[in-house]
């Protein structure tokens, strides 16, 4: 009785840990999807390059702060360091934790 009990909690938790995973799978997705999104539509608005002005209005930061990106790597310089890639400002944009720094 005892061990037949152990089997069927046993298989419910592992239906559980099936379901959660699923659930986290979706989530996942859906987050991916939406930061593509994020970027296709701050490419359509700004174009592939924008200067450092731009970038820092778009980021809500100095362009001292647009520098110390670029040269950490946190985002990319592009058109020989003139201007900054759009892309790599919406992935900046989409990590968890540099959310609060978005206007744009």
């Not at 099936?18 to 991916?32: D, F, G, V, Y």
């Not at 608005?45 to 946190?74: C, H």
């Amino acid at each position: 009785m005892a061990m037949e009990m152990s089997m069927q909690r046993m298989a419910d938790l592992e239906r559980r840990v099936l379901a959660l995973e699923e659930r986290t799978r979706r989530s996942l997705w859906t987050r991916e999807e939406e930061n593509l999104r994020r970027e296709e539509a701050l490419v359509a608005q700004y174009g592939e390059y924008v200067d450092k002005t731009a970038t820092a209005r778009i980021l809500g930061v100095t362009r001292a702060t647009v520098y110390a990106m670029l040269s950490d790597g946190r985002i990319e310089g592009a058109c020989s360091g003139r201007r900054v890639s759009v892309r790599s400002i919406a992935r900046y944009m989409a990590t968890p934790r540099n959310r609060k720094n978005q206007s744009a």
